[in-house]
């Protein structure tokens, strides 16, 4: 049962353009959510997170949009740049108890030259 | 400060048998997460631990069990193994349980049962 849906699966992006990434979600529980960054062979790391009460929030390039009512959020990759080649994870963690990370299925983002 | 770190980095197993992965959690850290991510798609939820007891588990059968040492190092057991139980194996640990507790990952261990 995924309960998070992420698209696109894969992106092309030209350097210096605006990569977009979007994902829902069904359970109003989710109360906290990470995005990450994971490259080849290597764990996913924290890059930016929101809490619902929030609507965007923005930490240098990159910014997330939350929209609480949709159930749906994204990632904005402004200005994108080859090093930022990587696959894209959005998740959601319920609140209270334990921390439970549900993961995307994953965006590989390519940002060509 | 040292980071997660994991090991081994690779393994391979047949059919039936048994694995131990283990995890060294970063300075400072009481939680243990482990995931599995399966090629292509997102880490799934294992089991977490907290000061050295199980608090949290997700969709996976008893035959995933794991422990958590005084030190907040973890291991993750798996016994009978499956030709689907091939996939990289994530532990992740963070200063505490709350919500916003940032979660730091290992670069994991890839397990390939033939």
């Known amino acids: 049962q995924q309960q998070v849906k992420q698209s696109p699966q894969s992106l092309i992006v030209q350097k210096g353009g605006i990569s977009i990434i979007n994902c829902a979600y069904e359970n109003t529980a989710f109360d906290y959510f990470p995005w990450y960054q994971q490259f080849p062979g290597k764990g996913p790391a924290l890059l930016i997170a929101i809490r619902p009460d929030v609507s965007e929030k923005k930490e240098g390039r990159f910014t997330i949009s939350f929209n609480k009512s949709a159930k749906q959020f994204s990632l904005h990759i402004m200005d994108s740049q080859p090093g930022d080649s990587a696959t894209y994870f959005c998740?959601?963690?319920?609140?209270?108890?334990?921390?439970?990370?549900?993961f995307g299925t994953g965006t590989k983002l390519q940002v060509i030259p | 400060e040292t980071g997660v770190t994991q090991s081994p980095t690779h393994l391979i197993k047949t059919r039936g048998q048994q694995v131990t992965l283990r995890c060294s959690s970063q300075?400072?850290?009481?939680?243990v997460s482990w995931y599995q991510q399966a090629l292509g798609q997102g880490p799934q939820f294992i089991f977490q631990?907290?000061?050295?007891?199980?608090?949290g588990r997700g969709n996976f059968p008893p035959r995933f069990s794991g422990l958590q040492f005084p030190n907040y190092s973890s291991e993750l057991n798996v016994n009978a193994l499956e030709l689907d139980d091939s996939a990289l194996y994530l532990c992740?640990?963070?200063?505490?349980?709350?919500?916003?507790?940032?979660?730091?990952f290992g670069s994991g261990t890839q397990l390939s049962v033939l």
């Open positions: 300075s400072g850290h009481n939680t």
């Open positions: 992740a640990s963070s200063g505490g349980q709350g919500l916003n507790e940032k979660l730091f």
């Open positions: 631990y907290y000061r050295e007891e199980e608090n």
């Open positions: 998740a959601a963690t319920p609140s209270g108890g334990y921390q439970k990370v549900t």
